[in-house]
């Protein structure tokens, strides 16, 4: 008998801490990088022209990135459970057009509002059941949807307009004022962005929805119910695409039936630009946002530099695949560092 | 929650008369079995017998056609996993159903986390929670850090303490130990007895069959679906075990032809790739039949993959007949003779909506074409030709190979590759969740085979398998080959050894 080698496994005791504070690190350093990113582009577009952090330029950037923050933290939900929402920009633009046309009948600013995200719900609870019973492919429903609504507004709108003349004077004042610096718009949706980090890390139905998107299979035997909480997801992310809606109408005053049409990609770019991974189970609603904040920045920086702006969508696409090429090599890079660390405690 | 004295004579947890079938497969033919608390229970019965269909009727994945599961002797009605589990049911699955993103702590307690005012889930009491399961398992697993990237023993910790930590009054066991290394086994066994001591109802499944009279009291058999005896392990040696669960005594079921084995066919020689094997040096003659043994996770399957070309290798060379094998390329090793029947055939090995004829064809692209076009003419007798000596049990060759049994699917998977005329065949699991009498005509193919003077090389989890049909067997135990042993000296002890990289006696 030819036995070779056969030692007993050594069984020391693992360096956990170690390799844990490395996958952390990662892991936070996600968000902290789009930081340090976004910073840097400010920084050296306020030393290439100094009216650029002027307190009219910060509430510009913020005003613009509002809108896209709050669409993103709902998506973010739907994409932690590994589906997708393409239908959010519809939702917006008929959310906004719904929430215009009660205006100009005289109607209550807050009801307007209530109106526009109830809107969103309806949508939002069509997509989740779509998808929850259906099996089908998120992505496909969802297009579906997205053209379903658009046709729906296109229908009900035809040529007609929402202009900031039909609507309040305190609606639009609403939309465009704040403290100092710092609009209103960007308050509400900062207040949604913290309770959405807030629930999804400290309320079991939040840490479900990560759970089945990291393994759905796995999900089920543990008992959570799936069904329900995807259609959660999708409620919650109607529910911000409407709201963002009734935001857009408060901010542009200026609503047709093409409002909102592709901006479901500029959405989903924000949140993977943001770290929230497409394959579902890993990323938080502050890296979507700062996404958003990102993309946004972009449009205002170039202006200020003079640079033309038609380079903001090549950039863009630009960061897209940047950070999905980092996301890549991180997770790579964990992967091979865990499995070493494995093969040694053997 | 209150258990039960150990000498209560009522089943905790019972199956009366259930009946199961998947399409046209009987899975479970009118099985009973009664499970009472302080008492480990084997489930014995080859792959296939339905062994993991009855877990998932009591663990209230599937519900029974025919029968009751009975809950304290009451009628139990599970519309759910969720059910089963909050009636004290745990299970720990053959493959670990562990979210990955997610940390260690909240993979224990997904779905029942200790909980703050307003409902919040207290991290740092599931934390603490955490830690002192691990210690009560002895083991050190950070409870923060994310299940992604644990070895599988480490993976089948966590399920463990999963279980421990709803103090489950029954735990179902699927083959826990077959990753798991000598001192893990022990340390599992001393969780079980623990569980046992306190009243619990375990239910273990295990292909090792020391294992099941090392730690069982009693035993329950299934062959094809149906229950065969349900009887005390004391008085019963292991050759009345695998009676019952064979139906047949072993020796006629591997019938290898003695063949004279001739020039090297495979030469693999020092083959590594990180972290996965290392240093992995073997040669499989003409007419011979190696087997690679190894627990699940050794390595052996990323070994065939790597020679056969499907991912890189980093160090080492291979050769078929001499001639050295391109890094990563599987159509040179094709071209060079090497056919490799993987262990998924439904993933890996089959299109399943393609029918038996197409599938058959996929590796004659080359040989069938003319001008350029598929010869439809020629593929179909090729297929054909090798679906009827094969035995394919079809109806139309034009069906869709997802309308076959099992077995009958491993025969297309066999025929499209041996329909290449291969020098070297490897062979992955081939008999795999097939049943006995298909079981048996794969081990004569590739008998026969060996006996026309292909080199075979058999990956196989399946211990008699391995002893009955290999000439030669290597182990490997966590990325390296940790024994060669021959035919004559190759018994269960021997490769189980080495296979759980304990010293050979």
Same mark, same amino acid.
């Given at each position: 008998?030819?036995?070779?080698?056969?030692?007993?496994?050594?069984?020391?005791?693992?360096?956990?801490?170690?390799?844990?504070?490395?996958?952390?690190?990662?892991?936070?350093?996600?968000?902290?990088?789009?930081?340090?990113?976004l910073?840097?582009?400010?920084?050296?577009t306020q030393l290439?022209?100094?009216?650029?952090?002027?307190?009219?330029?910060?509430k510009?950037l913020?005003?613009?990135?509002?809108i896209?923050?709050?669409?993103a933290?709902g998506?973010s939900?739907?994409v932690i459970?590994?589906n997708v929402?393409?239908?959010?920009?519809?939702?917006?633009?008929?959310?906004?057009?719904?929430a215009?046309?009660?205006?100009?009948g005289g109607?209550q600013?807050?009801?307007?509002?209530?109106?526009?995200?109830?809107?969103?719900?309806g949508?939002g609870?069509?997509?989740g059941?779509?998808?929850s019973?259906?099996?089908?492919?998120?992505?496909?429903?969802?297009?579906?949807t997205?053209?379903?609504?658009?046709?729906?507004?296109?229908?009900?709108?035809?040529?007609?307009?929402?202009t900031a003349?039909?609507?309040?004077?305190?609606?639009?004042?609403?939309?465009?004022?704040?403290i100092?610096?710092?609009?209103?718009?960007?308050l509400i949706?900062?207040?949604?962005?913290?309770?959405?980090?807030?629930?999804?890390?400290?309320?079991?139905?939040?840490?479900?929805?990560?759970?089945?998107g990291?393994?759905?299979?796995a999900?089920?035997?543990?008992?959570?119910?799936?069904r329900?909480?995807?259609l959660?997801?999708?409620?919650?992310?109607g529910?911000?695409a409407?709201l963002?809606g009734a935001?857009?109408?408060?901010?542009?005053?200026?609503?047709?039936?093409?409002?909102?049409?592709?901006?479901e990609?500029?959405?989903?770019?924000?949140?993977?630009?943001?770290?929230?991974?497409?394959?579902?189970?890993?990323?938080?609603?502050?890296?979507?946002?700062?996404?958003?904040?990102?993309?946004?920045?972009?449009n205002?920086?170039l202006p200020?530099?003079?640079?033309?702006?038609?380079?903001v969508?090549?950039?863009?696409?630009?960061?897209?695949?940047?950070?999905?090429?980092v996301?890549?090599?991180?997770?790579?890079?964990?992967?091979s560092?865990?499995?070493?660390?494995?093969?040694?405690?053997g | 929650m209150?258990?039960?004295?150990?000498?209560?004579?009522?089943?905790?947890?019972?199956?009366r008369?259930?009946?199961?079938?998947?399409?046209a497969?009987?899975?479970?033919?009118?099985?009973?079995?009664e499970?009472?608390?302080?008492e480990?229970?084997?489930?014995?019965?080859?792959?296939?017998?339905?062994?993991?269909?009855?877990?998932?009727?009591?663990?209230?994945?599937h519900?029974?056609d025919?029968?009751?599961?009975l809950?304290?002797?009451?009628?139990?009605?599970?519309?759910?996993?969720?059910?089963?589990?909050d009636a004290?049911?745990?299970?720990?699955?053959q493959?670990?159903?562990?979210?990955?993103?997610?940390s260690i702590?909240?993979?224990?307690?997904?779905?029942?986390?200790?909980?703050?005012?307003?409902g919040?889930?207290d991290?740092?009491?599931t934390r603490?929670a955490?830690?002192?399961?691990?210690?009560?398992?002895?083991?050190?697993?950070d409870?923060?850090?994310?299940a992604r990237?644990?070895?599988?023993?480490?993976q089948?910790?966590?399920e463990?303490?999963?279980?421990?930590?709803?103090?489950?009054?029954?735990?179902?066991m699927?083959?826990?130990?077959?990753a798991?290394?000598g001192?893990?086994?022990?340390?599992?066994?001393g969780?079980?007895?623990?569980?046992?001591?306190?009243?619990?109802a375990?239910l273990?499944?295990?292909h090792r069959?020391?294992?099941?009279?090392?730690?069982?009291?009693?035993?329950?058999?299934?062959?094809d679906?149906?229950?065969?005896?349900?009887?005390?392990?004391?008085g019963?040696t292991?050759?009345?075990?695998?009676?019952?669960?064979?139906?047949r005594?072993?020796?006629e079921?591997y019938?290898?032809?003695d063949?004279?084995?001739?020039?090297?066919?495979?030469?693999?020689?020092?083959?590594?790739?990180?972290?996965?094997?290392?240093?992995?040096?073997?040669?499989v003659?003409?007419g011979?039949?190696?087997?690679?043994?190894?627990?699940?996770?050794?390595?052996?399957?990323?070994v065939?993959?790597?020679?056969?070309?499907?991912?890189?290798?980093d160090a080492?060379?291979?050769e @078929? !007949?001499g001639?050295a094998l391109?890094?990563g390329? *599987?159509?040179?090793a094709?071209? /060079?003779?090497?056919? #490799? %029947?993987?262990?998924d055939?439904?993933?890996q090995?089959?299109?399943?909506?393609?029918?038996?004829?197409?599938?058959?064809?996929l590796t004659?692209?080359?040989?069938?074409?003319?001008?350029?076009?598929?010869d439809?003419?020629?593929?179909?007798?090729r297929?054909?030709?090798?679906a009827?000596r094969l035995?394919?049990k079809?109806?139309?060759?034009?069906?869709?190979?997802?309308?076959?049994?099992?077995?009958?699917?491993?025969?297309?998977?066999l025929?499209?590759?041996?329909?290449?005329?291969p020098?070297?065949?490897?062979?992955?699991?081939?008999t795999?969740?097939?049943?006995v009498?298909?079981?048996?005509?794969v081990?004569?193919?590739?008998?026969?085979?060996?006996?026309?003077g @292909? !080199?075979?090389?058999m990956?196989?989890?399946d211990? *008699?398998?391995?002893?009955?049909? /290999?000439?030669?067997? #290597? %182990?490997?135990h966590?990325?390296?080959?940790t024994?060669e042993?021959?035919?004559s000296?190759a018994?269960?002890?021997?490769?189980?050894?080495?296979?759980?990289?304990?010293?050979?006696a």
């Open positions: 008998m030819t036995v070779t080698t056969t030692e007993p496994a050594p069984v020391a005791p693992i360096p956990a801490s170690s390799s844990t504070r490395l996958v952390d690190r990662v892991f936070k350093v996600r968000e902290l990088a789009i930081l340090l990113v910073l840097v582009m400010l920084v050296l290439g022209n100094s009216a650029f952090l002027s307190e009219q330029g910060i510009d913020l005003l613009n990135a509002t896209l923050v709050l669409v933290t998506q939900l739907v459970t590994r929402d393409l239908s959010v920009g519809s939702t917006l633009g008929i959310s906004a057009f719904a215009g046309t009660y205006l100009q109607g600013p807050v009801v307007a509002v209530v109106l526009a995200v109830l809107l969103g719900v949508f609870l069509l997509n059941l779509l998808v019973l259906g099996q089908v492919p998120a992505l496909v429903v969802t297009l579906g997205l053209y379903i609504i658009r046709g729906i507004d296109s229908i009900w709108v035809g040529s007609r307009q929402i003349a039909d609507l309040p004077d305190g609606f639009v004042d609403f939309g465009s004022g704040g100092s610096a710092v609009p209103w718009l960007a949706a900062l207040a949604l962005l913290v309770a959405t980090a807030y629930y999804l890390k400290h309320f079991g139905s939040g840490r479900e929805l990560y759970a089945l990291s393994n759905p299979e999900a089920r035997l543990a008992g959570i119910p799936v329900r909480r995807i959660l997801a999708y409620t919650f992310c529910a911000l409407g963002a935001l857009y109408l408060a901010r542009f005053g200026n609503v047709d039936s093409g409002t909102g049409t592709g901006y990609l500029t959405v989903v770019s924000a949140v993977v630009v943001g770290g929230v991974v497409f394959t579902g189970g890993s990323g938080t609603v502050y890296g979507a946002a700062l996404g958003a904040l990102l993309l946004t920045s972009v205002s920086v200020a530099l003079g640079v033309s702006s038609v380079w969508l090549a950039i863009n696409g630009f960061l897209l695949i940047l950070a999905i090429a996301d890549r090599i991180v997770a790579l890079r964990v992967a560092a865990l499995k070493k660390r494995n093969a040694r405690h | 209150t258990h039960r004295s150990a000498k209560d004579p009522a089943p905790v947890l019972a199956l008369g259930v009946s199961k079938s998947f399409g497969v009987r899975a479970l033919r009118d099985v009973s079995l499970l009472f608390p302080g480990v229970h084997a489930l014995a019965g080859e792959n296939g017998a339905g062994k993991s269909t009855l877990i998932k009727t009591l663990a209230g994945v519900r029974p025919a029968g009751q599961v809950l304290d002797g009451e009628p139990a009605l599970f519309h759910g996993p969720a059910d089963a589990r004290g049911i745990a299970v720990i699955y493959e670990p159903t562990l979210f990955p993103d997610l702590a909240e993979n224990i307690f997904m779905g029942r986390q200790p909980r703050r005012a307003l919040r889930i991290h740092r009491a603490n955490t830690a002192a399961l691990m210690h009560r398992l002895g083991v050190e697993l409870p923060d850090r994310p990237g644990l070895s599988i023993a480490d089948q910790i966590v463990i303490a999963k279980a421990l930590s709803f103090d489950a009054r029954v735990l179902i699927d083959e826990p130990t077959a798991l290394t001192s893990e086994v022990a340390r599992l066994f969780v079980v007895r623990a569980l046992r001591e306190q009243g619990a375990v273990f499944i295990s069959l020391e294992e099941i009279f090392r730690i069982c009291e009693r035993v329950t058999t299934l062959r679906g149906a229950l065969i005896a349900s009887e005390p392990l004391a019963m292991e050759e009345d075990l695998v009676r019952r669960m064979v139906g005594d072993l020796d079921l019938p290898k032809q063949v004279e084995a001739g020039e090297v066919a495979l030469s693999v020689r020092r083959l590594t790739r990180e972290g996965v094997f290392t240093d992995v040096s073997f040669e003659r003409c011979e039949i190696v087997g690679m043994a190894g627990l699940v996770g050794a390595g052996r399957t990323e065939a993959r790597a020679v056969f070309g499907i991912d890189r290798w080492g060379e291979v @078929v !007949a001639q391109v890094n390329a *599987p159509s040179t094709m071209a /060079a003779g090497l056919a #490799l %029947v993987p262990e055939r439904r993933a090995g089959l299109v399943m909506g393609m029918s038996i004829e197409r599938n058959i064809g004659g692209l080359r040989a069938t074409r003319r001008a350029g076009l598929m439809r003419g020629a593929e179909r007798s297929s054909l030709d090798w009827v035995q394919v079809y109806a139309r060759i034009a069906d869709a190979v997802s309308t076959l049994s099992g077995g009958n699917q491993q025969k297309v998977v025929a499209k590759w041996l329909a290449t005329g020098a070297v065949l490897i062979v992955d699991e081939p795999r969740g097939i049943d009498g298909t079981k048996a005509e081990h004569r193919l590739l008998s026969a085979l060996a006996a026309d @292909v !080199a075979v090389l990956i196989s989890s211990l *008699p398998e391995i002893l009955g049909m /290999a000439d030669r067997v #290597l %182990v490997m966590e990325g390296r080959l024994a042993i021959s035919r000296d018994t269960e002890e021997t490769v189980m050894a080495a296979a759980t990289g304990r010293a050979a």
